[in-house]
């Protein structure tokens, strides 16, 4: 064989091996029938056409790569679930470092320097079984969201984040401020993606000057033996999935989006804000809470908000700040009812006064604080996927897994008349009452 033969036989086998290797490389980053098969439960009950169906619906939302991921995530998750389940053997329990709102000297021009960021994708199951219970027409619940539902008897058609964005805004114009917002929604195609930004520009942004909304991520919701469950509507079945958990929306805030160059915490940055608060966009506020926060977290890389309990009940259901040290690792952290024991519910205040406070999940942080490190993966008692099918654990990450990570953390201690959740319908007056008691009513009548 010539030189110019051989080179060119060579070359043949080259270029056949990459082809080899980019057929094999694309194979294995996109889903067919035989490899989707034993990864999703119950498989063998769709026809043909839905199985066809399943895998175009993998291969656009949660390919091989993806899938493969968010399985590692979830062991990683669970086994992160064990070890907290040992987080006090072993540890001293101590009451955490904390600060009365009394004793804190604010005002609405503490908040410079800060982002503020409303968690706005919860999908309000609860609030909505509610309304239809109540009466209302299922049609008027079709763009339904939990953020924006209208209060009752309140103004316009005002629900809590139009409330709070008016309160930013009021800030702003009244102190010559400009806080950016950041508002997270459910993942991209649900509800709260499609319907809130329609809705804040229909009111123009309240004025408001920067503003990014920011679609949360979503998991694949995994059977308790690491396979896909799903669901068929009208005929098709969709995999189920959920939103990334609380801390989900922190999370978010480090990516930077296929539109953007910035991520939320860099856009930030080029706004001059070094610290967040994260609020809940389903709640509503004295006006003092922002400021009160931002001021209490001007010394401290992350603040919890809490309430010190008179009572401390075994079956209380509420979060608790605590600190916990082991040899000479003391971090403060926030542990479920499960997790706790009775050294822990009899732990008081230096002054013999109060029990452990309880978590409200308002938080306050430095953003390097974030930039520097990721959430664990957080798994919680096992739910309901399908009724089909036995209960597994959702996974993602947990906002109160940001205090471990604070250097010199604190935990701000408040009034419980100081805010308000939306829960179910029954709220949605309490909400409305509240939001007049705060003096909000006015606020929001001069929003636009």
């Given amino acids: 064989m010539g030189v110019t033969g051989g080179w060119s036989f060579l070359y043949f086998i080259f270029i056949t091996a990459l082809s080899t290797f980019f057929e094999t490389g694309e194979k294995m980053n996109k889903w067919n ?11 063998g009950l769709l026809d043909e056409k839905q199985r066809n169906q399943l895998v175009e619906q993998m291969n656009r939302h949660f390919p091989p790569p993806v899938f493969n991921w968010q399985l590692e995530r979830r062991r990683k998750a669970l086994e992160n679930s064990e070890k907290g389940k040992k987080l006090l053997s072993d540890a001293a329990q101590e009451f955490p470092p904390f600060m009365p709102w009394q004793n804190v000297s604010f005002s609405p021009e503490s908040l410079n320097g ?18 239809l219970a109540r009466g209302a027409d299922p049609h008027s619940l079709k763009d339904f969201t939990k953020a924006t539902y209208p209060l009752e008897n309140f103004f316009q058609d005002f629900g809590a984040l139009h409330i709070n964005l008016a309160l930013i805004a009021s800030f702003c114009k009244k102190n010559n401020l400009d806080i950016p917002v950041i508002i997270t929604t459910g993942p991209k ?18 004025g408001l000057k920067n503003v990014r909304i920011v679609a949360q991520e979503q998991r694949l919701h995994f059977t308790k033996d690491e396979k896909i469950a799903y669901t068929v509507e009208n005929n098709t079945p969709n995999p189920v999935t959920q939103p990334d958990e609380t801390g989900g929306p922190l999370m978010i805030l480090k990516q930077k989006p296929d539109t953007k160059n910035l991520s939320c915490l860099e856009w930030l940055e080029t706004l001059g804000c070094s610290k967040i608060i994260l609020a809940q966009a389903t709640a509503i506020y004295d006006q003092t809470m922002l400021p009160l926060m931002a001021q209490a977290a001007k010394q401290h890389d992350c603040i919890g908000v809490g309430v010190l309990r008179d009572q ?26 499960a997790i706790r024991n009775e050294i822990t519910r009899n732990i008081k205040d230096p002054k013999n006064k109060f029990f452990l ?3 409200t999940g308002f938080y306050a942080l430095d953003c390097n604080l974030l930039k520097e490190s990721d959430l664990p993966d957080y798994a919680t008692p096992p739910k309901e996927i399908t009724p089909e099918l036995p209960r597994s654990p959702k996974v993602g990450y947990a906002a109160t897994d940001i205090l471990p990570m604070a250097n010199n953390p604190l935990i701000l201690t408040i009034d419980p008349k100081m805010y308000a959740v939306i829960k179910t319908a029954e709220d949605l007056t309490r909400l409305s ?11 929001c009548k001069k929003s636009i």
């Fill in 312 to 337: 401390f009940p075994p079956d209380d259901p509420f979060g608790t700040f605590i600190a916990v040290k082991k040899n000479s690792d003391k971090k403060t952290c926030i542990i479920e009812q």
């Fill in 189 to 206: 195609g649900s509800i709260t993606e499609r319907v809130i930004p329609r809705i804040l520009e229909e009111k123009e942004y309240f």
């Fill in 357 to 359: 406070p309880f978590n």
């Fill in 114 to 131: 800060y982002g503020v960021v409303f968690t706005a994708g919860g999908e309000g199951e609860r609030l909505r079984t509610s309304l």
């Fill in 433 to 443: 009452q509240a939001a007049r008691d705060f003096g909000l009513l006015d606020i």
């Fill in 33 to 43: 029938i035989d490899s989707l098969a034993p990864r999703v439960e119950r498989f």
